[in-house]
């Protein structure tokens, strides 16, 4: 199976993605995506530009905070990578299965502001925030029992 590409910074979207997003196109492939991931298939850590900016249309990119040409994403992606390393099986560059432990793991960290350098500098910092305030309710990946 040919695995999901994710940037560092996605690995901590996908935790709080509620279905929101830059615009329909963009939404409909990150649910798409994110259902995939959930149904096991594989994930694997890469620079730049990954699947979910695959759904930013030209228009998109224009409005979209995450430019991916622009270098504060790439030190946030630096900033994710390194924070989520410890919890996930990256350190091969194998291709994995992400499951809920790891999700679990992940979210509890994300919820004490452990692994979210990489949020400061992001626009979906608050409404993120409050996500995890929430207890991640309603979120597409792994939502809490
Ligand atoms: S604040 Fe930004 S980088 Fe952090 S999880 Fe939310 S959308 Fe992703």
Redesign the pocket.
């Known amino acids: 199976m040919v695995p999901v590409r994710l940037r560092g910074?996605?690995f901590?979207?996908i935790?709080?993605y509620r279905g929101h997003g830059y615009t329909p196109a963009f939404v409909e492939n990150m649910s798409e995506i994110v259902e995939q991931i959930e149904q096991g298939r594989p994930l694997t850590l890469i620079e730049g530009p990954d699947d979910i900016c695959n759904g930013l249309t030209p228009e998109c990119r224009e409005i979209c905070y995450h430019d991916c040409s622009k270098p504060s994403t790439s030190e946030?992606d630096l900033l994710?990578s390194d924070a989520v390393k410890p919890l996930l099986p990256l350190h091969s560059g194998d291709p994995f299965v992400l499951d809920r432990n790891h999700v679990d793991m992940m979210r509890k960290q994300f919820a004490d502001g452990s692994i979210?350098r990489?949020?400061e500098q992001?626009?979906?910092?608050e409404?993120?925030t409050s996500i995890a305030l929430e207890g991640f309710s309603g979120v597409k990946l792994f939502a809490p029992a």
Do not use: D, I, K, P
């Not at 992001?122 to 910092?125: K, L």
């Open positions: 910074h996605h901590l979207c935790l709080t946030m994710a979210r990489a949020c992001c626009s979906w910092n409404f993120c």
